[in-house]
């Protein structure tokens, strides 16, 4: 079984029909005051956590979440074990909330965001050695930083391969901290971005010397896998509408741990994450869109020429 260590949180969803940018004066920078007046407002099951392994439900692989939520967490506990993942692992805060998105999107897919963690706080009195089975992977995705390395280093310590996902956190966790998440990792994951200031922080070009793969995704320009031996280009698969580009990211690290888990050439398992990616971009919010086996099948034929059988 998967086990997904990250964020339980609503992701409260809004759109700005306009560009930030047509209102942001790059001389005034230093004294930024906005307001944007939004058309639509939605209130969506989300969280790195949750996300991800609704994502690899959909594939039928076997997950479970290790996370933290609050008292108001009730309605999206039944809809994870509706989806079939282990919820075992996810420890509720009672006189605390689940954490709360707050996701502001403009007509060029920008996003300005925050983020209040809620039960989040105490993701670190969480850990891997209390789960009642032994996981066969591990996904670190952005959470509380101190329950982010504490992740990583019991992985180590138990020999768990996983994957490490800093994203979000990378402006909280320290240098030492973020190198020893790393150190040790079966794979690092993140946008072109981050991956660049990783690299200054770390002071590492290669960090293939601490990973075995490194996946640099790159939006609409598809991602980069890298291993010591080959440099992999993934084309982005075609969505059939935009609507929502939250929770893409996550639907893609599901897609190639999909594939990954079975096995799989690591050009299919990027082309499975671009495909998996589009699924989310096409609806609102990161949990309401829902793929078979079948339909992702013929889908990923559709956009890469080649069968897949699942």
Avoid: W
Avoid at 122 to 127: C, K, M, P, V
Avoid at 240 to 261: E, H, I, K, N
């Amino acid at each position: 079984m998967i086990t997904v260590t990250g964020s339980l949180a609503f992701d409260h969803i809004m759109d700005f029909p306009g560009k930030f940018s047509d209102h942001i004066m790059p001389d005034k920078i230093h004294k930024l005051n906005l307001s944007f007046y939004l058309e639509t407002f939605k209130k969506q099951k989300g969280g790195t956590a949750g996300n991800i392994a609704y994502n690899l439900s959909l594939f039928e692989i076997p997950v479970g979440i290790l996370g933290v939520a609050g008292s108001d967490f009730n309605e999206y506990h039944d809809f994870l074990k509706t989806a079939g993942i282990d919820t075992s692992g996810i420890k509720i805060i009672e006189d605390e909330t689940t954490a709360s998105a707050f996701i502001m999107t403009d007509l060029a897919d920008n996003q300005i965001a925050g983020f209040y963690p809620g039960a989040i706080k105490n993701a670190d009195s969480l850990s891997l050695k209390n789960l009642n089975y032994q996981p066969s992977y591990t996904v670190i995705a952005p959470d509380n930083p101190e329950a982010m390395v504490k992740f990583a280093k019991e992985c180590q310590e138990l020999r768990f391969p996983f994957m490490f996902d800093p994203g979000m956190q990378l402006p909280r966790l320290t240098d030492d901290q973020l190198q020893n998440g790393i150190k040790g990792a079966d794979i690092l994951i993140g946008n072109d971005y981050e991956m660049e200031l990783i690299r200054q922080r770390i002071k590492d070009q290669n960090l293939l010397g601490s990973v075995k793969v490194i996946i640099t995704t790159l939006g609409e320009k598809g991602s980069t896998i890298q291993t010591k031996d080959q440099t992999l280009q993934i084309p982005a698969a075609k969505p059939d509408q935009v609507l929502d580009p939250t929770g893409a990211g996550d639907a893609f690290r599901a897609g190639f741990l999909a594939g990954y888990s079975k096995g799989l050439d690591l050009k299919i398992c990027g082309q499975m994450g671009s495909v998996a990616a589009c699924y989310a971009i096409e609806k609102y919010g990161t949990t309401n869109h829902t793929f078979t086996l079948q339909e992702f099948s013929e889908r990923f034929e559709q956009n890469f020429g080649e069968p897949l059988k699942l």
